[in-house]
């Protein structure tokens, strides 16, 4: 249900089954799939699956292939969200990188301490520019579609309307919702290892629940529900364009400490916003049904175009690219582009559009954090 919104509210509230790859995994081992891949292609052959798709990190050329900085699924879904959205940048070419990719052994180890070697899914020399137009084309999706704020705003407004049905249910105030005592979502809260209840929740019964949300008793729950339903979304305050107006990077100053001041003063500003909100709970869950309306809906992401290889890392989460007969190398190392290449820092809050003095706390805020941690005027 709303996948990596959802799964977010899984990290906060320690849901385990919240998180998709773990209800995958336990799908293949507890329900008839395991049965039919043992059947058709060998004795536990479904926990071998199981058991990649769980995996972190990647521990073969297997587990490269299902998570790792290229793998199956990124190429999947850069090419079918960039058809559904329209966007006409972040091309790439899946059928020249599949023609180049090769099998090859690579040392792996930690420090300088080797290990042995590790077969996985490098790259031929014809492939770098290719390699790396797919590095920039993923981290350009994110902007333009994943964190897009209208997409994001949608998402804090679910992720809020959840935060305020679980308060609920703490409360024993489910009737309050709108909702019937047994309904899916209420049931999920009760039990979040159970995967039944994880596999009863899609994007469906969340749309359907919304007519019975409207008619709630709890005003919060109403509220969230109609800006949701109505597509009347939160309006987008942009933390880090504004910190960045008001702190330009000085003369001599290298980038990296600005940017480092910059993330200084957004993550106090963002943590002194869910402040306020919190303040704005009863502190007993049982007075849940008096707690003010949230005004701040605080968004913060980070992105790394790509993480280059350390020896404490397993090399199969990397680009590589084979030159010649000499071992393969990390694309980090023929493009200087993806070499120097910077996270992409968010920092947004969302606020309601009744709310006609927000922003001016906002930027009080900002102000305030800005002196506070020592970095020049507002």
């Not at 290719?130 to 992720?159: C, D, I």
């Not at 200084?264 to 309306?293: H, S």
């Not at 690219?321 to 190398?329: A, H, K, L, Y």
């Not at 706390?361 to 970095?375: A, D, F, L, P």
Request: proline share 5%.
């Amino acid at each position: 249900m709303f996948s990596h919104a959802f799964e977010a509210l899984g990290k906060e509230f320690k849901w385990p089954m919240a998180r998709h790859e773990e209800v995958s995994q336990k799908i293949i081992r507890d329900s008839e799939i395991s049965r039919v891949l043992d059947r058709e292609l060998s004795k536990g052959f479904s926990e071998n699956v199981a058991d990649l798709i769980a995996q972190d990190t990647p521990s073969d050329l297997y587990g490269s292939i299902v998570s790792s900085q290229f793998d199956a699924d990124r190429l999947d879904y850069m090419q079918r969200d960039r058809l559904m959205t329209g966007v006409q940048s972040s091309g790439v070419d899946p059928t020249w990188l599949l023609a180049n990719l090769e099998v090859a052994e690579v040392p792996t180890g930690v420090d300088e301490a080797s290990a042995g070697v590790v077969e996985t899914l490098v790259l031929g020399p014809k492939a770098i520019q290719t390699a790396e137009s797919y590095v920039l084309a993923l981290f350009h999706l994110y902007p333009n579609v994943y964190l897009h704020k209208a997409t994001r705003g949608a998402e804090m407004l679910f992720q809020a309307l959840m935060r305020r049905l679980v308060r609920l249910h703490a409360a024993n105030g489910i009737s309050r919702s709108g909702l019937p005592d047994r309904h899916p979502i209420f049931r999920f809260f009760e039990e979040p290892t159970n995967l039944s209840r994880a596999v009863a929740l899609d994007d469906t019964v969340f749309w359907g629940a919304m007519p019975m949300l409207s008619e709630a008793d709890d005003d919060e729950v109403r509220r969230l529900v109609s800006a949701l339903r109505e597509r009347r979304l939160a309006r987008c305050v942009d933390l880090r364009v504004r910190v960045e107006a008001s702190l330009p990077q000085a003369n001599g100053e290298k980038r990296e400490q600005w940017r480092a001041r910059v993330k200084l003063v957004c993550d106090e500003t963002a943590k002194e916003l869910k402040n306020i909100d919190a303040a704005r709970l009863r502190d007993k869950k049982e007075e849940a049904c008096d707690d003010k309306p949230a005004r701040f809906l605080v968004d913060q992401y980070a992105r790394n175009p790509y993480k280059r290889f350390q020896d404490s890392k397993t090399p199969l989460n990397q680009i590589l690219i084979r030159v010649g007969d000499s071992p393969p190398r990390d694309m980090g190392e023929f493009s200087p582009i993806i070499a120097h290449a910077e996270p992409f820092d968010l920092c947004r809050a969302y606020v309601f559009r009744d709310d006609t003095d927000a922003e001016s706390v906002i930027e009080n805020v900002m102000r305030t954090k800005i002196q506070e941690t020592g970095h020049g005027h507002a």
